[in-house]
């Protein structure tokens, strides 16, 4: 079997570190920008304009939210690969995806609680300050409240300078944080695939913390990974995401508290204006956008009703005082931070429901997919892609429901509010189905654990296609070529009679090599290659001078049973830079022609007598 010729990472590394030195570029003219605003107000008493419609100043933010949330997605994939490989070489990474402002690093200072908060912080920044960059006066809405203004405030759009130093540094220390992480970490590889990771995990020299393949574990999920060894009955569902991973729960608390405080938040303000409140007005419409009419109803229960939108003025005026901009700005910031933090988390969910999709393309119709790019799968899973639509959509809708208006201040509209409550519970329900969804099949799930996909995929094929199923009698595993599923009323797995850790198989009958017929010779053993799943090392293979011919011409005194029954577990996944392809690799293709094969990888995990111990 030829391995395989495509390597995602480079262009996976290429895509984020060039979204890297642009999000350098928009957090140093951010900065640049807001200071040439502020010294041209100071100068001349008035603000760049940009000769755009009220309308288009509410759309306007939408478009830079979907910019922001991109810049912001690159550099968050560099910090996760970063935060990812420190864990592992600690012997601390469980899952392949984690929550990676909330998982601090104990040896790698990049991704320690300092950076990390200043990383979160610098995304509350970006994502606060963009709501408030465009500021526009609308005359109407200035004679509701009884305002006074000049008739040239109203032409166009104003810069506002104060949010486009926050938003440059915001920008700027995301930044900081993920250049000083990427410099300071080494990555073997930059998937996101967790096959790709478990293989890694398992072969490359993480400063001695390799997983080891447990034995007699190939029918015992995530749910079961800290249960002791027996034979499990497969089921055909299986259990959820809630239950298998620990900080799950925690981020379904932060989604549903979005909704109930936005309804609550809404309420208040729907509430407080029928009052009568001297700074409100009471609107009938609930059009999307906010809109505002110059005549008042006077047949008003209120202090004041219109057609328009209700609206409730907080003053912090922005005419012309610094001070005013910027309490106006770190309150909307600071009433923001609760939606990012959340919609961040919402992120775990996301990633481990997309890493389970991948994982359970074992059981597909046509088994994991060798030629996998984490920036293309990235687009074209509906779960990220409609994520990335709630983030942006959500800050979006914030900006519309809390906004600056020049020389008015600080408004807050009941409607848009409701608007912005409906889309956060949205967000709410998604992770909430996502979570108790039951993946379907009779593989057991994962959802991204490394130590349980070692468990189970036994057998890594160099072309990365990998299918699972009944490989021999109450045993499971993968193969390069489609597996019989496994019987729903027998067991698999467990420690057999004779069969322990330590112990002998005195149950399997030593079967020489010769007994097989391939169908098919086998060229020289593939080289090591930087991409793609690595076989894992079982048995230095002969010298390059060497004939490798059939696996039934080679000599049956070297290539036993009895003899793979006393290898040390450990020195079949050493390093091995010169000789990475072992024996077993080298018959892969002959995996699966039987429906079972004997004498490729998948035969490691069965034979195996101890696992590693921290």
């Excluded at 600690?90 to 995806?97: K, T, V, W």
């Amino acid at each position: 079997m030829s391995a395989q010729k495509y390597d995602d990472s480079v262009f996976t590394r290429r895509a984020c570190v060039s979204g890297l030195v642009l999000c350098w570029f928009v957090a140093i003219g951010g900065i640049i920008g807001g200071g040439i605003c502020l010294y041209k107000e100071v100068r001349d008493g008035d603000s760049i304009r940009i000769g755009l419609s009220n309308r288009w100043r509410e759309l306007l933010p939408l478009g830079l939210n979907i910019f922001i949330t991109l810049l912001n997605d690159s550099m968050g994939y560099i910090h996760a690969v970063t935060l990812r490989w420190s864990l592992q070489r600690e012997g601390n990474l469980d899952f392949n995806s984690n929550l990676r402002l909330l998982t601090f690093s104990k040896h790698s200072p990049p991704n320690g609680y300092i950076p990390n908060s200043f990383y979160l912080f610098g995304i509350i920044l970006a994502y606060g300050a963009t709501s408030v960059i465009f500021l526009s006066l609308n005359p109407e809405l200035a004679r509701l409240l009884g305002k006074d203004y000049e008739i040239t405030d109203t032409e166009g759009v104003h810069l506002n300078g104060i949010a486009l130093i926050i938003l440059g540094s915001g920008f700027l220390l995301q930044a900081a944080v993920t250049n000083w992480a990427l410099a300071g970490t080494k990555i073997p590889t930059w998937s996101s695939n967790p096959l790709i990771i478990a293989n890694t995990c398992m072969n490359h020299d993480t400063e001695h913390y390799q997983v080891m393949p447990r034995q007699g574990r190939c029918m015992m999920g995530v749910h079961l990974s800290d249960e002791d060894i027996k034979a499990i009955q497969p089921t055909r569902k299986q259990r959820p995401m809630i239950t298998a991973h620990p900080h799950v729960r925690r981020v379904l608390y932060l989604l549903w508290a979005l909704p109930i405080l936005s309804g609550i938040w809404g309420g208040g303000i729907y509430g407080y204006l029928l009052r009568g409140s001297r700074n409100g007005i009471f609107g009938r419409s609930w059009a999307l956008l906010p809109e505002f009419l110059p005549h008042t109803d006077g047949n008003c229960h209120t202090k004041q009703c219109t057609d328009g939108t209700s609206v409730l003025n907080l003053g912090w005026s922005t005419s012309g005082a610094a001070a005013g901009t910027t309490g106006g700005v770190f309150l909307i910031i600071a009433i923001q931070s609760v939606v990012t933090l959340s919609l961040h988390c919402a992120e775990l969910i996301v990633n481990l429901a997309r890493d389970e999709g991948i994982y359970r393309k074992l059981i597909g119709p046509r088994g994991t997919n060798g030629h996998y790019n984490s920036v293309v799968e990235a687009f074209t899973s509906w779960q990220t892609v409609f994520l990335f639509a709630l983030k942006a959509g959500v800050h979006w809708m914030f900006g519309l429901a809390i906004n600056l208006q020049f020389q008015l201040g600080v408004n807050m509209y009941p409607s848009q509010i409701f608007y912005f409550a409906a889309l956060t519970l949205v967000a709410a329900v998604f992770g909430l189905l996502l979570s108790l969804q039951r993946p379907p099949g009779y593989l057991p799930p994962t959802f991204g654990h490394i130590q349980t996909i070692a468990d189970i995929i036994d057998e890594w094929a160099d072309s990365g296609c990998m299918f699972w199923g009944v490989k021999g009698p109450n045993y499971t595993g993968t193969s390069t070529k489609r597996l019989k599923q496994p019987d729903p009323n027998a067991e698999y797995g467990g420690l057999k009679e004779g069969y322990g850790r330590g112990g002998h198989i005195d149950s399997i009958t030593e079967i020489p090599l010769e007994t097989f017929s391939p169908v098919s010779p086998v060229g020289s053993p593939p080289t090591d290659q930087n991409f793609g799943y690595i076989s894992p090392i079982v048995r230095t293979p002969p010298s390059a001078t060497s004939t490798w011919g059939q696996p039934h011409q080679q000599p049956q005194s070297q290539f036993t049973y009895s003899q793979w029954e006393y290898q040390d577990p450990r020195q079949h996944y050493q390093h091995n830079q010169h000789h990475q392809t072992s024996y077993d690799s080298l018959n892969s293709r002959f995996s699966g022609q039987t429906g079972y094969s004997a004498y490729s990888n998948q035969s490691t995990q069965p034979f195996l007598h101890e696992y590693r111990s921290n």
